[in-house]
């Protein structure tokens, strides 16, 4: 689950992280009051405003923007809030549709007085599953994206891997401290930032933190300029409070209906709707949907109660992209029965009444037999396989 920048920043600041001060507004004219009450609180002259979408690159599609008095505040705000924000992150990037900003953050100009005595670095903090430790990736080379700064310069990319037995310990945190070039006042406030930047992660069941810019102002100051903040979801259950900052306005509206039905949803950009139980069967028949020529439109998890009810909403949710062009359903009957889902596929077909995509439906496991006399008999412009061969066989057959 991903986080605005303002909430992020609220969550970094309760475990001591030093931030970019700054109150979210939804308009132009909560934003003045916005920025009249920072200038009260930090004294700041200038102020930065944020768009406010899950995506990044937001200031190369013009929402952000420096605002040098309250006529610039009121002025900006208005032009960014209910614009379609275009970045290389949003959906179909800069050629895209782009993404609604329906709020701002009114933020402090941290880089005053002195801008040419600040430095700017990257810090963000990950799971590494090949190692199953947590990684701290850090580098001089803040503001810039971090990938090209990897495939230019990869020495200038450092990490520090964390031993989940010990947590990370003293030495690792002066080390990064060391290796970013700093020294007096700014190494003890790089050391406690990352030490209370990893201690926010972890108690947060975080799955990702990106800290870009992490900021050493010009009295030498540590702050989180910018935040990417991206929690577990199966941690949630244990973060009653994270949960509720959830913005489905900001996610994919068909995979936040299939989350409400209990159903496991990705959209993907292919033609071939999957229906399958259980994740490994189902990322082995996206790769079948591959070598018989076509691409898998999403992946999605009935799992394990495969009844008409499950499997209409399922229909209903694939049905919804009209890039679909087959539909291919493959069920292991190991815990379902494959005669109740095949009973469950033909009643659902019945109900709905209006699917005008081929149906390929491969039932494999208890009561297969049976299964797939029902489909077979059931009158319906259904094909059934046993073989999952057999079933890409007819997938690149519809294709074609």
């Known amino acids: ?217 010009g009295d030498d100051k540590i702050i989180a300029v910018d935040c990417k903040v991206s929690l577990d979801d199966n941690a949630l259950f244990r973060h009653a409070d994270l949960a509720a900052l959830r913005d489905t306005s900001e996610e994919d509206p068909t995979e936040v209906e299939a989350k409400a039905v209990g159903l496991n949803y990705v959209k993907l950009d292919g033609n071939v709707g999957c229906m399958v139980n259980g994740a490994g069967l189902a990322m082995a028949t996206m790769d079948i949907i591959k070598l018989s020529g076509g691409d898998p439109a999403n992946f999605l998890d009935v799992g394990g109660t495969a009844d008409a009810a499950r499997v209409e909403q399922a229909f209903k949710i694939i049905l919804k992209d009209p890039n679909v062009k087959a539909i291919l359903i493959n069920i292991f009957g190991g815990i379902v029965r494959c005669d109740r889902v095949a009973q469950g596929v033909v009643d659902a077909y019945k109900n709905m009444g209006n699917i005008k995509v081929p149906i390929i439906v491969r039932l494999q496991g208890t009561n297969a037999d049976i299964a797939k006399k029902i489909i077979d008999e059931s009158g319906l412009e259904v094909q059934s396989a046993t073989l999952l061969k057999e079933a890409a066989a007819a997938v690149k057959a519809v294709l074609a």
Not at 118 to 135: A, F, G, P, T
Not at 165 to 170: A, E
Request: hydrophobic share 40%; charged share 25%.
């Open 1 to 217: 689950m991903n986080l605005h920048e303002y909430q992020g920043k609220n969550l970094l600041k309760s475990f001591g992280v030093t931030i970019q001060e700054g109150i979210v507004a939804e308009t132009a004219k909560d934003a003045v009051a916005a920025y009249k009450k920072l200038q009260k609180d930090t004294g700041t002259e200038w102020a930065v405003v944020k768009a406010q979408i899950h995506a990044g690159g937001r200031g190369k599609g013009g929402g952000v923007k420096i605002a040098k008095n309250e006529k610039d505040v009121k002025e900006i705000a208005g032009n960014i809030i209910g614009m379609m924000l275009k970045t290389p992150q949003t959906p179909g990037g800069i050629d895209g549709p782009g993404k609604l900003v329906s709020k701002v953050l009114i933020a402090e100009d941290v880089y005053a007085p002195d801008f040419d005595a600040c430095k700017e670095y990257y810090v963000s903090i990950l799971m590494d599953r090949e190692r199953k430790q947590n990684v701290i990736i850090y580098s001089t080379e803040g503001g810039m994206d971090i990938e090209e700064v990897a495939e230019h310069t990869p020495h200038l990319v450092h990490k520090e891997y964390i031993d989940p037995t010990l947590g990370l310990q003293g030495f690792q945190t002066r080390k990064v401290a060391f290796n970013l070039g700093l020294s007096g006042v700014a190494f003890k406030g790089m050391t406690k930032f990352i030490a209370n930047l990893y201690k926010a992660f972890v108690q947060s069941d975080a799955a990702m933190f990106e800290i870009n810019p992490c900021l050493k102002t």
